[in-house]
């Protein structure tokens, strides 16, 4: 089998596409024969080291963690999956490896593939998906015929939060390029202001029930102003500035997404009835994946959708 891998942390001209030999599953574990993985930037988060303390110093390690594929094989006490079934999630931060032929994941990491999306779909939502949905129910705590205002409404994470806010009920403001506004108004959001906007530029104080910041560069006390009295400010970058904003009292939320498989099921049940929809930009072939990785990693292209990668 093969896939991409690195022998040390550090930037992209680490990564080597290598033979590797795929671990039996274990005790609750599945080996699932990879079809297709996405990219997002956490994989390259996690290749840097940012994650060392969880992910460890063994080598070689896998890169990627968003997968769609069929179980190969099962290890003892996995109930829910059987083998040439299609699955959709991925294995753990620790474990990674998606970018692959062969990965070994959890059961609980993984659900069933709808029957109507491509592979190429399914793989482009698990992250995402699961990370905008924890954001706007788990932290952001939201109601129907609230308001949300998504900073970076058009990115990964900000396009599913923006749906599923809309597809709950809610109400969607949010920021992206100028150039993208009319795309953001085609799915229902409505104010949309630059990326780089004022907070005064959006009429009144208090307007919004939960500010969601995507991007990572909205100012806290910027997106207090925005809020309606008992509203909430989530983040869903841990930096440790903002972990310890989050501990103080006050309306500000960190969100570190962990994978549970109820979430994933109801962002596959999404997916499937066409609530959640994440584009993709590009596929590429495993032999082509590192110079696609590369480029998405220095130069942020292509744009408006994910990479994903087949094999």
Not at 101 to 118: C, Q, T, Y
């Amino acid at each position: 089998m093969k896939r991409i891998q690195y022998h040390q942390y550090g930037g992209p001209e680490v990564m080597r596409l290598e033979d590797f030999e795929p671990a039996r599953p274990g005790p609750g574990q599945v080996l699932v024969r990879v079809r297709a993985a996405a990219a997002n930037p956490m994989d390259w988060g996690i290749r840097g080291g940012a994650m060392k303390m969880v992910t460890g110093r063994s080598f070689p390690r896998g890169l990627g963690n968003d997968l769609s594929g069929v179980v190969e094989a099962v290890g003892a006490n996995v109930t829910r999956l059987t083998v040439g079934d299609e699955v959709l999630g991925g294995p753990t931060i620790k474990g990674s490896g998606a970018i692959a032929e062969m990965v070994l994941a959890e059961e609980k990491g993984l659900v069933m593939k709808p029957s109507n999306l491509s592979y190429e779909q399914a793989a482009a939502i698990p992250t995402v998906g699961i990370t905008a949905l924890q954001a706007m129910t788990k932290k952001g705590k939201l109601q129907p015929r609230q308001s949300v205002f998504v900073h970076g409404c058009l990115g990964g994470v900000g396009r599913a939060a923006a749906q599923i806010a809309l597809a709950r009920g809610a109400s969607v403001g949010g920021s992206c390029r100028a150039t993208a506004a009319q795309e953001a108004r085609g799915l229902g959001i409505d104010p949309i202001v630059e990326f780089d906007f004022d907070p005064a530029s959006l009429s009144g104080r208090g307007r919004f029930d939960l500010v969601l910041d995507t991007a990572g560069t909205l100012a806290v006390k910027d997106a207090q102003k925005m809020l309606k009295p008992g509203g909430r400010v989530v983040s869903i970058h841990p930096t440790p500035a903002r972990l310890a904003k989050a501990a103080l009292p006050g309306p500000f939320q960190v969100l570190i997404a962990r994978p549970v498989t109820e979430d994933l099921e109801e962002v596959a049940r999404a997916a499937e009835q066409g609530t959640l929809q994440v584009p993709i930009a590009r596929t590429v072939p495993l032999t082509e994946a590192i110079a696609a990785l590369t480029e998405l990693e220095l130069k942020g292209t292509p744009k408006g959708g994910k990479l994903v990668i087949t094999t």
